[in-house]
């Protein structure tokens, strides 16, 4: 990874690193040595900005006192915890390795030494009552934390989940039941001073998650290791997820990477997809400038069905989701992209 960030410094050698991300699988499992080697690479080999912010990923399981203490003293400033829940028989079913005492002991420990923190919480899961739900956002709330990002269940195939589910042990996921707490969330959220400025993600003033921003709103971003992506405004780039096939090629000098050129239809439909996510909305006047007034004029046309469902408005210029259409937006995305003009 350190000979990647060498042999890629000149993609970014005219912009300036705002955001360094240690990202899932499991960064964690980096010793403090590694972290602090990786992001020295960085600032050796690029332009960074004075204070940026240098998240890390972590579980409540690899975050022991010890861990939070020497993270503390190196330059990562913000920590992202995977909590999902705050009760043990969800944890359980979620097939999560920390329990309840060790999401609470952690941060106990990480508020102590980082004001940055966000942490993840699931909700629609079966079996989550909306009353438990809205006490899995009291406790987290309880901590004090800046940032919560908060994502419906989603149950992925051949996992030990799918099966129970399938097998009729474990009640299905019902849309109507995450639907009703997603709104349990945001109006729990937003009345104790949050903002919702993505559609899964909650800060208070000034700790809206950078990193996670610059991809929302079309910024350049370099991937570093297997499987990792990159984006540089009109290009996407993938690594190979295989890790010797990774370690093979960097050592011979070459980039495991494979790249598609985006086309001006790409380019709108991933604006639309991720513009109608966030607070920003979708910019009528950016559609006409950077795609054409074709463009506009069909996303204006393709909208109004929508915006006659209140799904959909236009507020000075921007097309947003309303309330109503905020737990549906990705739907509501698709039906706005244009296909098959490459």
Known sequence: MVRELELRKDEFKNQTIETIYFGGGTPSILTIDELRLLISEVYKNYQVSD???????????????????????TPINRLSIGIQSFFEQDLKLMNRAHNVDEAKRCLQEATKHFENISLDLIYGIPGLSNERWLENIETALSYNIPHISSYA?????????DTFIKKGVI?????????????????????SG??????????????????NSAYWQGESYLGIGPSAHSFNGSERGWNVRNNSKYIKAIAQNTLPMETEILSTTDKYNEYVMTGLR???????????????IGYKNYILKQSQKHINEQL??????KLLVTKKGKFLSDGIASDLFKLNLR
Do not use: C
């Open 51 to 73: 204070g940026p912010e240098i998240t890390l990923e972590a579980n409540p399981d690899d975050l022991t006192n010890q861990r939070i203490n020497e993270l503390a003293n």
């Open 153 to 161: 269940l989603t149950v992925e195939p051949k996992t030990a989940l």
């Open 171 to 191: 009640a299905n996921v019902d849309d109507d039941v995450a639907q009703e707490q997603f709104h349990i969330l945001i109006e729990k959220l937003v009345a």
């Open 194 to 211: 949050f903002v919702h400025y993505e559609l899964s993600n909650f800060g208070k003033p000034g700790f809206f998650s950078k990193n």
């Open 278 to 292: 966030t607070m920003w909305g979708v910019s009528l006047e950016k559609v006409a400038q950077d795609f054409g």
């Open 312 to 317: 959909l408005y236009v507020d000075n210029g």
